[in-house]
């Protein structure tokens, strides 16, 4: 909500959304659909439809939702994701301790990949989901949210996490496990979180939109980052794959650099209205079954 207002205008320009769902201190949105929700005013008729549920009609192909990068490298781009590459993601996975007994706390923006997995993943397999309030990430926040609702879980970027390590340790006690992606994890401070807590289970993982966030996943050890010069990134998701390739697309040897390119069913369509872009980056897979694509991802890695 507190984008620039030429901003959301674009973005809902490019998506062709046939509904916007707002509330009324918020942007008074130029373009876009005639059917504009807006949960302040019309609390009363909202209340009063049925909670059953709703028929859909759609498929596994079908889009679940566009995600727009940051635009850092240009203009925002809107990564189209089906319901199989949701579900190839959160149903089921087993990097983390899903089920009853956890409880998530939802720390990311609501515009980030990160913050499906934080709601999506323990609200399918019948844990908890806590909400932030707001929309900034707000470490003294965090660590007040993992003591009042006893979180068992947090995802962070790895600045986030060597903020909460160095400012707010006890969090680290609290939790049962921890995530860390978006950036290259601090093997040191990696090493320290898991010398002052042994009881911590720690992740790192990698993952671009283009591939539902979480491609591959590593669990670092106690000991393991301890003088290390990086910390891995790990192996693929079930479902989901990851090459290292020459400029030929071939399989280089182990530990030969290369460009990784992702696939598998966390794949997204593509671009919303950038067949260019997407023809560029979405490319055969020659590794995989016929008509199969993968993601090329422009990072190096061996």
């Known amino acids: 909500p507190q984008f620039p207002q030429e901003r959301l205008n674009k973005v809902l320009e490019k998506v062709g959304a046939v509904a916007v769902i707002t509330q009324t201190h918020l942007a008074d949105l130029r373009t876009g659909p005639s059917l504009v929700i807006d949960l302040t005013r019309e609390v009363a008729e909202i209340s009063g439809v049925s909670g059953a549920a709703v028929e859909t009609g759609g498929s596994p192909e079908s889009v679940a939702c566009v995600m727009f990068t940051s635009g850092s490298t240009g203009v925002p781009k809107g990564v189209a994701a089906s319901h199989r590459a949701l579900a190839a993601t959160f149903v089921g996975p087993n990097y983390l301790a899903f089920g009853p007994q ?82 290259a994890a601090s093997p040191s401070h990696t090493a320290k979180a898991l010398a002052r807590f042994p009881g911590l289970r720690l992740l790192n993982g990698y993952g671009p939109a283009e591939s539902m966030g979480f491609t591959t996943t590593f669990t670092i050890e106690p000991g393991m980052a301890e003088g290390a010069a990086s910390i891995p990134v790990g192996g693929p998701l079930f479902g989901k794959h990851a090459y290292v390739l020459d400029g030929n697309l071939e399989l280089v040897p182990p530990g030969v650099p290369g460009e990784l390119y992702v696939s598998g069913h966390g794949l997204a369509h593509g671009y919303i209205g950038q067949p260019g872009m997407s023809a560029d980056r979405f490319v055969a897979d020659p590794h995989g079954p016929a008509g199969s694509r993968m993601y090329r991802t422009g990072d190096l890695a061996r």
């Open 102 to 183: 956890q409880t998530f706390l939802q720390c990311s923006p609501v515009s980030w990949d990160a913050f499906a997995l934080e709601v999506f993943g323990p609200l399918l397999h019948g844990g908890r989901c806590v909400l932030q309030p707001g929309q900034h990430t707000d470490p003294h926040q965090i660590a007040e949210l993992v003591e009042r609702h006893e979180v068992t879980t947090l995802q962070m970027s790895a600045s986030l996490f060597n903020h909460m390590l160095d400012e707010h340790p006890a969090v680290f006690g609290r939790i049962r496990e921890a995530m860390t992606a978006g950036e």
